[in-house]
């Protein structure tokens, strides 16, 4: 089972709050601009994400979504 | 500990005209969740206000009317009298809700209309470029008072939620704020219960949020979390301040 | 069915539960304060919804959201009332919902008096509340005419998708004439699912109504606002109204006159044709649309010298009888305002001055 954590790059308005908020300093702005003029979130060190929805709780674009990857060998129901 | 996290059916996909930063997201995106687990986006009508909200239709996926500014808990006294049936909310700022639209609040808690009324208190008039507000605090420099207010000339803010807890009618009254998750978690918990009373047909509710406005307080996203947390919550404490039992 | 004795007031509230409206709101005012006495017992009774709200600007926005969500609405109010229920006529006329209002004009500007009179001709017809809107207005001239104009209200305000207003004036409202209620009158509300905000379970559909009348996107007011023309031109086509009196004698003065004033001048004319002296009257039934071509028509008689609009005011409805005469034949103007109500004798009187000075 695994996470899949998708930030919304041209939905993010570079705001800062989830940056402040993670738990485990995962997310820092991008310096690449959106196509709004914004500056993003982005997950700089994904390795240390849990995954624990504090970004997407504090997110106002929710912009961040976080969904869970069924693995092959449980798709074939029968 | 892992969790999953997905924009609620009850939320548009449109991006918000919102500032960067502005907790009127964070807000729409709770009534949008509450409306979802409670299974109540069929029957729900939203009343938008006059103020950076004006817009908010545009981003839920349910009945919507526009209100003038002030008057929306007038409007919701006339959906819900002739169909009680319907989850009626209504969404103000402080302009709308403690300046031109005082007496219609007033009398709609008092008369205990059994709609739901989400207050956003920022303690400015954020869509017209920060003007005072009723919930201005003392010494706050605004666009109309440029030099602070002055409570000598202009009084002290007024305490929404405190006010309407004075009313004899029963009601269920709280602030809260989105300033931090730890906030978010409890203030959804709040607007759950707002809504339940309503589905219950038990009283008004409302659910007053202490909310920051980077833009016209010419602070960063965060650096206005923090001021508002400094500033606001000594004056605005949180809590509930009436239980309709 | 039978006639019964009934005050105005009484009469226009009874008439709202006739044509099927069970929902008021609405704030108490000198001289219409009955309607609101009547319909707190009333209502309950037809187990429908009777609210007085706080200010007349609050049930003008009650009004709105119970018409927003799909049901028949209506208020009653008196001209200081209708002034600050002005802005939600502007919002309900802009957001094309179907209510009913009933003025029953007092003396005015200001607080003005508590007798009746025809001076808010203008705020009904022209305006009132800001922007490009009308209102379908018609004037009843007996408490028998404001019933049937009542419950025509409710299907006419729905056929438009249009606020509609019955001006009435504090003597209509007050007094006690014989009424008959027609039950023929009645009409079935008309669905609309296709734009109120009745709930999306209540319409079995997955799409959301939204009723608005903010247009900030260029181009989209304007077509908004050519949208409501287009509405108003086919009220001019199909909703006028108005009676006649003695037209088809040789008249030599034509009288314009709605509601209690018309009334006044039956009796002159009566008293004028005994002496000898023929005048006509056209009575508008409605104000908007107004009956230019009738009175176009009418003043272009050979024979007719003067045109001579009575009213209840300093001079109001006096600007649309000039602009539909089209200076075919002279328009004068006489009025009494603050309550007086000329005599049947003055009317002669100021009628044969016009005429003399010719």
Same mark, same amino acid.
């Given at each position: 089972?695994?996470?899949?954590?998708?930030?919304? @790059?041209?939905?993010?308005?570079?705001?800062?709050?989830?940056?402040?908020?993670? %738990?485990?300093?995962?997310?820092?702005?991008?310096?690449?601009?959106?196509?709004?003029?914004?500056?993003?979130?982005?997950?700089?060190?994904?390795?240390?994400?849990?995954?624990?929805?504090?970004?997407?709780?504090?997110?106002?674009?929710?912009?961040?979504?976080?969904?869970?990857?069924?693995?092959?060998?449980?798709?074939?129901?029968? | 500990?892992?969790?999953?996290?997905?924009?609620?059916?009850?939320?548009?996909?449109?991006?918000?005209?919102?500032?960067?930063?502005?907790?009127?997201?964070?807000?729409?995106?709770?009534?949008?969740?509450?409306?979802?687990?409670?299974?109540?986006?069929?029957?729900?009508?939203?009343?938008?206000?006059?103020?950076?909200?004006? &817009?908010?239709?545009?981003?839920?996926?349910?009945?919507?009317?526009?209100?003038?500014?002030?008057?929306?808990?007038? #409007?919701?006294?006339?959906?819900?009298?002739?169909? %009680?049936?319907?989850?009626?909310? $209504?969404?103000?700022?402080?302009?709308?809700?403690?300046?031109?639209?005082?007496?219609?609040?007033?009398?709609?808690?008092?008369?205990?209309?059994?709609?739901?009324?989400?207050?956003?208190?920022?303690?400015?008039?954020?869509?017209?470029?920060?003007?005072?507000?009723?919930?201005?605090?003392?010494?706050?420099?605004?666009?109309?008072?440029?030099?602070?207010?002055?409570? +000598?000339?202009?009084?002290?803010?007024?305490?929404?939620?405190?006010?309407?807890?004075?009313?004899?009618?029963?009601?269920? =009254?709280?602030?809260?704020?989105?300033?931090?998750?730890?906030?978010?978690?409890?203030?959804?918990?709040?607007?759950?219960?707002?809504?339940?009373? /309503?589905?219950?047909?038990?009283?008004?509710?409302?659910?007053?949020?202490?909310?920051?406005?980077?833009?016209?307080?010419?602070?960063?996203?965060?650096?206005?979390? /923090?001021?508002?947390?400094?500033?606001?919550?000594?004056?605005?404490?949180?809590?509930?301040?009436?239980? %309709?039992? | 069915?039978?006639?019964?004795?009934?005050?105005?007031?009484?009469?226009?509230?009874?008439?709202?539960?006739?044509?099927?409206? &069970?929902?008021?709101?609405?704030?108490?005012?000198?001289?219409?304060?009955?309607?609101?006495?009547?319909?707190?017992?009333?209502?309950?009774?037809?187990?429908?919804?009777?609210?007085?709200?706080?200010?007349?600007?609050?049930?003008?926005? #009650?009004?709105?959201?119970?018409?927003?969500?799909?049901?028949?609405?209506?208020?009653?109010?008196?001209?200081?009332?209708?002034? &600050?229920?002005?802005?939600?006529?502007?919002? =309900?006329?802009?957001?094309?919902?179907?209510?009913?209002?009933?003025?029953?004009?007092?003396?005015?500007?200001?607080?003005?008096?508590?007798?009746?009179?025809?001076?808010?001709?203008?705020?009904?017809?022209?305006?009132?509340?800001?922007?490009?809107?009308?209102?379908?207005?018609?004037?009843?001239?007996?408490? +028998?005419?404001?019933?049937?104009?009542?419950?025509?209200?409710?299907?006419?305000?729905? @056929?438009?998708?249009?606020?509609?207003?019955?001006?009435?004036?504090?003597?209509?409202?007050?007094?006690?004439?014989?009424?008959?209620?027609?039950?023929?009158?009645?009409?079935?509300?008309?669905?609309?699912?296709?734009?109120?905000?009745?709930?999306?379970?209540?319409?079995?559909?997955?799409?959301?109504?939204?009723?608005?009348?903010?247009?900030?996107?260029?181009?989209?007011?304007?077509?908004?606002?050519?949208?409501?023309?287009?509405?108003?031109?086919? #009220?001019?086509?199909?909703?006028?109204?108005?009676?006649?009196?003695?037209?088809?004698?040789?008249?030599?003065? &034509?009288?314009?006159?709605?509601?209690?004033?018309?009334?006044?001048?039956?009796?002159?004319?009566?008293?004028?044709?005994?002496?000898?002296?023929?005048?006509? #009257?056209?009575?508008?039934?409605?104000?908007? %649309?107004?009956?230019?071509?009738?009175?176009?028509?009418?003043?272009?008689?050979?024979?007719?010298?003067?045109?001579?609009?009575?009213?209840?005011?300093?001079?109001?409805?006096?600007?649309?009888?000039?602009?539909?005469?089209?200076?075919?034949?002279?328009?004068?103007?006489?009025?009494?305002?603050?309550?007086?109500?000329? $005599?049947?004798?003055?009317?002669?009187?100021?009628?044969?001055?016009?005429?003399?000075? @010719?």
């Amino acid at each position: 089972m695994s996470y899949q954590h998708t930030i919304d @790059k041209d939905r993010c308005k570079g705001c800062g709050l989830c940056v402040s908020v993670c %738990p485990k300093n995962v997310l820092e702005l991008s310096d690449e601009v959106n196509t709004m003029g914004y500056f993003p979130a982005y997950r700089a060190r994904p390795e240390d994400c849990i995954y624990c929805t504090t970004c997407c709780i504090m997110c106002p674009d929710v912009a961040i979504t976080i969904t869970k990857d069924v693995e092959e060998s449980q798709e074939t129901d029968q | 500990m892992a969790k999953t996290y997905q924009k609620p059916e009850a939320l548009s996909d449109q991006p918000t005209h919102y500032c960067p930063g502005c907790t009127h997201g964070i807000i729409h995106r709770l009534v949008a969740e509450v409306i979802d687990e409670l299974g109540i986006r069929g029957q729900a009508v939203g009343i938008a206000p006059v103020g950076c909200a004006v &817009l908010a239709y545009n981003y839920f996926t349910f009945d919507f009317q526009e209100a003038a500014h002030g008057r929306a808990p007038a #409007m919701a006294t006339g959906i819900k009298r002739v169909r %009680p049936d319907l989850i009626v909310f $209504t969404y103000q700022g402080d302009g709308d809700l403690a300046s031109i639209g005082m007496g219609e609040i007033i009398h709609a808690a008092n008369r205990g209309e059994k709609f739901t009324t989400i207050f956003v208190n920022n303690t400015v008039y954020g869509m017209t470029g920060g003007q005072m507000a009723p919930t201005t605090l003392p010494g706050q420099r605004t666009t109309t008072s440029p030099g602070g207010r002055n409570v +000598q000339d202009v009084g002290m803010p007024i305490k929404i939620a405190e006010l309407l807890s004075a009313l004899q009618t029963p009601a269920y =009254i709280t602030r809260q704020t989105v300033l931090k998750p730890k906030y978010i978690v409890r203030a959804k918990k709040a607007v759950k219960k707002a809504f339940q009373y /309503q589905m219950d047909g038990r009283c008004f509710s409302l659910v007053e949020f202490v909310s920051t406005c980077p833009t016209n307080w010419g602070k960063t996203p965060v650096e206005a979390i /923090q001021w508002a947390e400094e500033n606001m919550l000594p004056y605005y404490p949180l809590g509930e301040f009436k239980l %309709p039992d | 069915m039978g006639k019964i004795l009934m005050k105005g007031n009484e009469a226009i509230g009874e008439a709202a539960i006739r044509a099927g409206c &069970l929902n008021y709101f609405a704030y108490p005012i000198t001289p219409q304060s009955e309607v609101a006495e009547y319909l707190s017992r009333r209502m309950p009774e037809e187990g429908g919804v009777f609210l007085q709200g706080e200010s007349e600007v609050a049930v003008g926005y #009650m009004l709105f959201g119970a018409a927003g969500c799909g049901e028949r609405v209506f208020t009653t109010s008196s001209s200081p009332g209708i002034s &600050l229920m002005s802005e939600a006529i502007s919002y =309900i006329a802009s957001a094309e919902l179907p209510v009913v209002f009933v003025n029953i004009v007092r003396g005015g500007p200001g607080l003005g008096g508590i007798l009746p009179s025809q001076a808010d001709y203008f705020q009904a017809t022209k305006g009132g509340g800001h922007g490009d809107y009308h209102l379908l207005v018609m004037a009843p001239a007996s408490v +028998q005419e404001a019933v049937e104009m009542v419950m025509t209200a409710f299907p006419l305000a729905e @056929k438009y998708r249009n606020p509609v207003m019955i001006l009435g004036d504090g003597l209509i409202g007050q007094m006690m004439e014989p009424v008959e209620f027609s039950d023929r009158l009645t009409s079935k509300p008309t669905n609309k699912d296709d734009w109120a905000t009745n709930g999306m379970d209540t319409r079995k559909r997955k799409d959301r109504n939204l009723v608005k009348t903010l247009f900030l996107d260029a181009g989209q007011l304007e077509e908004h606002n050519l949208a409501l023309k287009a509405k108003y031109d086919r #009220m001019k086509q199909e909703e006028v109204r108005y009676e006649t009196y003695n037209i088809d004698s040789d008249y030599r003065a &034509l009288i314009v006159s709605y509601g209690t004033m018309s009334r006044v001048c039956k009796t002159a004319i009566d008293n004028m044709k005994a002496e000898g002296f023929e005048a006509a #009257m056209i009575r508008p039934q409605t104000l908007f %649309p107004f009956p230019v071509l009738p009175i176009r028509q009418a003043a272009s008689k050979d024979g007719c010298e003067a045109v001579i609009s009575f009213e209840l005011s300093m001079g109001q409805m006096v600007e649309d009888v000039e602009r539909s005469v089209q200076g075919k034949c002279p328009v004068y103007w006489h009025g009494k305002a603050g309550g007086e109500i000329p $005599t049947p004798e003055e009317v002669v009187d100021t009628v044969k001055s016009f005429v003399k000075t @010719k």
